[in-house]
């Protein structure tokens, strides 16, 4: 039994149940309803199988439950937006194309990009798009925002994208659309989604049996730094102070990592798929 936590359109539950058929099951958790309903089409020639349910990542212990599972063989998260999400220009997540400032995963939650960027403060924008975007001229953007929606309230992607790309300075050629952090900071505020991702991965750990794998896929250092220091300490095991002469504690390491150095994709990869050029992946095996 194996658990696609972050089903998004299904390819990589496609894959999974490829191997482990017949025999296998996998089950497959979404909280997007254009999610669930696309991987359920994919998934349909695997029959019972594949189980789909609409549901956060974080609920991943209820789910197990309602199933009568207590331990499984293996567990992938693949962090951040889905391609179908940013492909969907109604859904509010790519500024490549004019759609409504929305950018929610579950749109049964009441909070939408919108909200946030007409009525923050100047002050706590700047420090969500510095903290979740990294980006260093997030005061300037903020008071970008602040002075456009005076005139009218932003409700588009495009129009928030032409703030951005204004309020920063032009210095020749740039990587990355100026607007790209921005759209990252306001994308996780709207889902939360650094919220809970080390108490997930303590759950997801705890229902692993012996042997089994975990996976992780990121997108950017602030999913990627959560994810590197929790396994880097469950596989080390004792946490004595470093200058215990010998160990107290009595703790034995969870895990053993499967990737010491950091896996990205290939040349070839990134080619095929342009939004995998900032995939890192992290895996590690159940002590």
Same mark, same amino acid.
């Given at each position: 039994?194996?658990?696609?936590?972050?089903?998004?359109?299904?390819?990589?539950?496609?894959?999974?149940?490829?191997?482990?058929?017949?025999?296998?099951?996998?089950?497959?958790?979404? =909280?997007?309803?254009?999610?669930? $309903? &696309?991987?359920?089409? *994919?998934?349909?020639?695997?029959?019972? %199988?594949?189980? /789909?349910? +609409?549901?956060?990542?974080?609920?991943?212990?209820?789910?197990?439950?309602?199933?009568?599972?207590?331990?499984?063989?293996?567990?992938?998260?693949?962090?951040?937006?889905?391609?179908?999400?940013?492909?969907?220009?109604?859904?509010?997540?790519?500024?490549?194309?004019?759609?409504?400032?929305?950018?929610?995963?579950?749109? =049964?939650?009441?909070?939408?990009? $919108? &909200?946030?960027?007409? *009525?923050?403060?100047?002050?706590?924008? %700047?420090?969500? /798009?510095? +903290?979740?975007?990294?980006?260093?001229?997030?005061?300037?953007?903020?008071?970008?925002?602040?002075?456009?929606?005076?005139?009218?309230?932003?409700?588009?992607?495009?129009?928030?994208?032409?703030?951005?790309?204004?309020?920063?300075?032009?210095?020749?050629?740039?990587?990355?659309d100026p607007a790209t952090r921005t759209f990252q900071a306001l994308r996780i505020l709207v889902n939360r989604e650094l919220e809970g991702l080390d108490r997930f991965i303590e759950v997801a750990i705890r229902r692993l049996q012996a042997g089994a794998r975990f996976v992780v896929i990121t997108f950017h250092s602030l999913e990627d730094r959560i994810v590197k220091h929790f396994l880097r300490q469950r596989a080390r095991g004792c946490t004595c102070p470093p200058e215990f002469p010998v160990c107290?504690?009595?703790?034995?390491?969870?895990?053993?990592?499967?990737?010491?150095?950091?896996?990205?994709?290939?040349?070839?990869?990134?080619?095929?798929?342009?939004?995998?050029?900032?995939?890192?992946?992290?895996?590690?095996?159940?002590?």
């Open positions: 039994m194996y658990v696609d936590a972050t089903l998004g359109g299904g390819g990589h539950a496609e894959a999974i149940l490829e191997r482990i058929i017949p025999g296998g099951r996998l089950i497959g958790i979404d =909280r997007d309803d254009d999610a669930t $309903a &696309e991987a359920s089409r *994919r998934l349909q020639r695997f029959g019972e %199988a594949a189980v /789909i349910v +609409r549901e956060n990542f974080t609920a991943i212990k209820e789910v197990l439950h309602s199933l009568g599972l207590s331990q499984v063989d293996g567990i992938l998260f693949d962090l951040g937006a889905s391609s179908m999400q940013f492909e969907n220009a109604d859904r509010g997540f790519s500024f490549a194309a004019a759609g409504p400032l929305d950018m929610r995963m579950d749109r =049964r939650q009441p909070v939408t990009a $919108a &909200e946030i960027v007409n *009525r923050r403060p100047e002050e706590e924008l %700047a420090g969500l /798009i510095w +903290r979740y975007g990294e980006e260093r001229w997030s005061r300037r953007i903020a008071r970008a925002i602040v002075e456009a929606r005076r005139e009218q309230p932003i409700a588009t992607t495009g129009r928030l994208a032409t703030i951005v790309r204004r309020a920063l300075p032009r210095r020749g050629h740039m990587r990355i107290v504690c009595g703790r034995e390491p969870e895990l053993r990592i499967l990737t010491p150095k950091l896996l990205r994709p290939s040349a070839r990869e990134v080619e095929l798929n342009p939004r995998a050029s900032s995939a890192r992946l992290r895996a590690a095996v159940k002590s």
